[in-house]
């Protein structure tokens, strides 16, 4: 345990995230060991490394006895990712949080002959000063984006995608959208169409997703009304054409749910370089990895 470290959050299907993701890194350690001078792991929005997962006390019944409550630490994206082999040359791992960043620094000084950066402040501006004047001759790289509700930027992406260097997955918040996205189009106001713009890339979201009715009130005023007409399934299909719109390749998503089975998001994965060499041999590891686990 570390300092700080206690990070609650996910349940089921975080795991199952964690379980593709995992897979993806170890497939592409492997393929890519020997071609490429060095391979790194960026992680966006890394926490603190772990994950704390609590066992609710239980009283005791006719059927089984009395619990105590149950405190569990699970490897978080960022251990998982130090523990891959083939190892990654360099790692990156990312925070806005102060207190996961001391974490992160912990986790860090436990691996000393490894190279490990740790970047405290915001991922999108931290990506793109990462990728800005790099040269990815030789390096490649896969980015684990897990954001905080709806924090990547579109223009994140953007930059992202031209090193042509690195493999993407992306957790789409689908309840995220869905909640920003009012039903009545009168809630939608300027900061909900500023944050769904911001991470689209486009103003078309609102088009799609939204019909306009025009109507005579009881004075015979016309009201301009609109709905959303878009459910969950339409705004991940959506979001998966923006992606292919930028991405050479960009796979099916996975979707994880809760523990009613309503989608909450949509794990995509993305691939930025487009020699078909490359884009056949990440589909390959990802598309298995992703089938399996549907």
């Not at 990654?88 to 912990?106: G, V, Y």
């Not at 004075?219 to 399934?233: C, K, M, N, P, Y």
Request: no cysteine.
């Amino acid at each position: 345990m570390y300092p700080g470290s206690d990070h609650e959050f996910g349940g089921v299907s975080t795991d199952l995230k964690l379980s593709v993701v995992e897979g993806y890194l170890h497939g592409f350690t492997t393929a890519l060991r020997k071609h490429f001078r060095e391979l790194w792991y960026i992680d966006a929005f890394a926490g603190t490394g772990e994950r704390t997962v609590r066992y609710a006390a239980q009283e005791a019944n006719l059927l089984v006895p009395a619990t105590e409550e149950k405190v569990e630490r699970r490897r978080g994206s960022a251990r998982i990712a130090i523990d891959v082999n083939p190892q990654f040359d360099r790692l990156i791992f990312m925070d806005e949080s102060p207190k996961h960043s001391k974490a992160l620094s912990a986790l860090k000084g436990n691996h000393p002959t490894r190279k490990i950066d740790v970047l405290e402040g915001d991922a999108n501006v931290a990506i793109r000063e990462l990728i800005r004047g790099q040269s990815w001759s030789g390096t490649r790289a896969v980015m684990f984006l897990d954001p905080y509700g709806m924090s990547v930027n579109w223009d994140t992406l953007e930059a992202i995608q031209s090193t042509g260097a690195i493999d993407v997955w992306y957790l789409v918040s689908l309840s995220g959208l869905f909640r920003q996205a009012a039903r009545n189009g009168r809630a939608l106001d300027k900061s909900k169409r500023a944050a769904l713009t911001r991470m689209l890339g486009t103003e078309e979201w609102e088009e799609a997703w939204y019909k306009r009715d025009a109507k005579l009130d009881l004075f015979g005023t016309l009201d301009d009304q609109q709905s959303r007409i878009a459910d969950v399934e339409a705004m991940d299909e959506f979001v998966g054409k923006r992606l292919k719109s930028l991405f050479p390749k960009v796979l099916k998503p996975m979707r994880l749910k809760d523990s009613r089975g309503i989608p909450q998001f949509a794990l995509y994965f993305a691939i930025s370089n487009r020699e078909p060499s490359a884009i056949a041999l990440a589909t390959k590891i990802a598309g298995h990895i992703l089938n399996s686990g549907r």
